[in-house]
DNA sequence: TCACACAATTGAACACTGTTCAATAAATTA
DNA sequence: TAATTTATTGAACAGTGTTCAATTGTGTGA
């Protein structure tokens, strides 16, 4: 039928991504159709392979929209909550997991099958994530040296999603998923007092 | 055509199970082909279904052997080493991912559509290995109570799953392998040297 | 105004997937 | 040997991602 003016690429992209997104929360990856995406907004798959590319593009346009909602929703509760930021921060990661398990699971479950892994512009966006749990910990741990800093991000981000993915879709227990959130907080002060620690026998 | 006495019942099975998990463990799930696996053992894909029922049952026995498989790994690696039984079990996890990263990731990524869960005999190797890490735990931590021993083996658990995760399919960074080991490593020390603390407090 | 060129859009075709099930071949029983 | 049971098959079905020649809407030049 070709309603080429209908929208410009730019609106056809969000259209794509808009109703992928919704579908993607929905469905989950293994039910996610990218025919069913295109006609459900009244387009052909040809045209989503017009906008992407390949299903490798559209699904990493998918995934970034979830990022950037994610990095949106912790600095919204950090924003709001200026009494205990560490908390904000872990229970953030769990709540926006809660509220959309299928698109949050995907992030980390989808794996492009390109050989050189994902763009840049889709590396700043786990970067900016990241950043956001760096920024926190170099507050909450002043004495530590700077370099210090991102592996300790690193490896707090890894001890909460590992206690989330639980939470979420537990193989492992049918532990509750208060169980598992306040764990991973309780671990997080661990980790965190700890680092204090050493960071102040370090210190010269 | 119907070679019916060519193997028993049993024998069909664990030939099923044993190609399919090479297969499984070779491509992943993504790429994973039922079809192909009962080609390449010179049965046809409707004898699959006739052992297994479904797709379903089928991943779970693959699944079933990859749990299989690992609590052996984790056992033959803390009955060689007597030094240092955390460190053994930690790295015994990563080394194991390591060694079938698609196999390995195939027990958390596939999740039953069959409402109700995982079979009960299935549960139990899951349970089997985190008895193995309880059983250290509570070695490590004697003065924990016994009740605390379980929800603080799954938060180690989930701990060290986080990291490892992140070192196989690192979407997050691109951090080493070792890093990330010897950062889950790290992680579970100050968490059970807090879990003794803690626990010594309680006491009375 | 009209014809031409350009580009967006389509959907049939292809090779694959899991799933079903009537037909078939082999073994067992009568 | 004849009848019955049962394992095994593979074509058929509905779905997937992917490609690409054909079509159709738009804008430009004469």
Redo the contacts with the bound molecule.
């Keep these: ?7 410009t ?1 730019v609106e ?1 992209e969000a259209l794509f991504v808009e109703e992928g997104w919704r579908q993607l929360a929905e469905v989950g990856l293994a039910q ?5 995406v ?1 006609k459900r907004i ?10 992407f ?4 593009g ?1 699904l990493l346009a998918l995934n970034a929209r979830t990022l950037g909602l994610w990095a949106s929703d912790l600095r919204a509760r950090l924003a709001s909550d200026e009494t205990d930021r560490i908390a904000s921060l872990v229970r953030g990661y769990f709540a926006f997991a809660a509220e959309y398990p299928r698109a949050w699971i995907a992030v980390y479950e989808y794996r492009v ?1 390109d050989a050189g892994g994902s763009p840049g512009w889709y590396q700043a966006l786990v970067a900016d994530i990241i950043g956001i749990a760096a920024g926190e910990i170099a507050v909450a741990a002043p004495n530590l040296a700077s370099a210090a800093i991102s592996p300790l991000a690193r490896s707090l981000i890894a001890t909460v999603h590992g206690h989330c993915v639980f939470a979420q879709f537990g193989t492992f227990d049918l532990a509750g998923e208060t169980e598992l959130a306040d764990a991973a907080l309780a671990r997080v002060r661990e980790i965190i007092a700890a680092a204090r620690a050493t960071g102040q026998m370090v210190r010269r």
């Design positions: 039928m070709g309603r080429r003016s209908d929208h690429r056809l996610f159709s990218a025919r069913d295109a009244g387009y052909s798959i040809g045209s989503l392979y017009n906008v590319q390949s299903y490798d559209f099958s």
